[in-house]
């Protein structure tokens, strides 16, 4: 009878042990997740960052509260992001131009990519696009080469700031029509945008979301996309490659990044819902409508395109002897 007791029990205090366990597992997340956005608001990567933002919290009643960190081309808030507690309530939007370009032009960079921070998932990819005010003596990309040949160091380009894929876009072009033009790097692409709308510079090198809404608008008009190929948002609009610039392509990513040592389990929750939102038809066609290309991938397929690109963005960097104090 003893004996029965004891078994009855032991059953009873296994039981709540049992359903516990999952529970917990289960209950990420518990409380509001930060996502660091590493630049001013209004830019190509604060778009898609409140988007993601949004669609995450709409679909699975969570809360996740972008954090605009700016300044130094990402790397500031890309630095704050590694330095957190990696337990899964801060995660960053990163993009190439911080984790992979950044590290090679930056003497002093306080963070390691591939060491201090976790893929988690990929979301859009975008090329580049060579924009000038829709008034503009310059027609075509052809205009900008013959000018800048004729008077080096006069035509000037806008970016979003030192380091940024954006910026190197520029000079692999001016690399490749053997030309010099001049670069005025902005603390994010709101101010290069207020720039080139005004004529204060000539050219602004932008991704596709951050001028998309000032080209449908009528008010800048796209010269080039640096992809290898067209972009979806602007069909009309050729590539670099294609005006005899042959094998040019420079396009950049974006995606969500946790600190190294986040657990396995928090990244595959957060990976999970991501690529549900990028199979809809509705985030689809709202990363489309923002200039971007939705590409979802699994958490190591995206590790893998942060180490390959890392090596692969050394060589470019070095080739065009590019430094950033």
């Keep these: 009878m003893i004996r029965r007791h004891f078994g009855t029990l032991a059953i009873a205090l296994a039981l709540p042990l049992a359903f516990t366990a999952p529970a917990q597992a289960q209950s990420y997340p518990a ?3 930060r996502m660091v956005v590493p630049f001013p608001p209004g830019g190509g990567t604060d778009i898609l960052a409140r988007l993601v933002a949004q669609k995450l919290t709409e679909a699975n009643h969570w809360t996740v509260v972008p954090d605009n960190r700016g300044g130094a081309g990402g790397t500031i808030g890309i630095a704050e992001a590694a330095r957190a507690a990696p337990t899964g309530y801060d995660i960053v939007m990163g993009q190439k131009d911080n984790m992979v370009v950044a590290p090679w032009l930056y ?10 921070l976790t893929a988690v998932a990929h979301v859009a990819y975008t090329p580049v696009v060579i924009v000038t005010q829709a008034n503009s003596k310059f027609k075509t990309l052809d205009d900008v080469v013959k000018a800048a040949r004729a008077a080096p160091d006069t035509v000037t380009y806008g970016s ?6 954006i910026h190197l876009a520029g000079e692999i072009f001016n690399s490749a029509a053997q030309i010099k ?11 290069a945008m207020m720039d080139v709308l005004a004529g204060n510079v000539d050219l602004m090198v932008s991704s596709v979301p ?7 608008a009528g008010k800048l008009r796209p010269l080039a ?9 602007l069909p009309e609009t050729p590539t670099v490659a294609e005006l005899g610039y042959k094998g040019f ?28 939102l990028l199979a809809t038809p509705e985030m689809k066609a709202a990363i489309i409508a923002q200039g971007a290309e939705p590409q ?8 893998t395109l942060l180490k390959t690109d890392y090596e692969k963005w050394k060589g470019i960097v070095q080739a065009s002897g590019a430094t950033i104090e």
Excluded: C
């Excluded at 003497?107 to 201090?116: A, E, F």
């Excluded at 640096?226 to 972009?231: I, M």
């Design 31 to 33: 409380k509001p997740i």
């Design 107 to 116: 003497k002093n960079l306080n963070y390691n990519p591939v060491k201090d």
């Design 160 to 165: 979003p700031g030192n380091g940024t894929t």
């Design 181 to 191: 033009m001049r670069h005025v790097p902005y603390k994010g692409s709101n101010a």
């Design 210 to 216: 951050s001028a998309l809404a000032q080209i449908k």
């Design 225 to 233: 996309v640096t992809s290898a190929k067209r972009s979806t948002s």
């Design 249 to 276: 392509d420079v396009s950049t990513w974006y995606g969500l990044f946790v600190p190294a040592k986040t657990p396995k389990d928090v990244i595959a929750t957060l990976n999970t819902e991501v690529n549900k």
């Design 296 to 303: 979802g991938m699994t958490p190591e397929q995206f590790e």
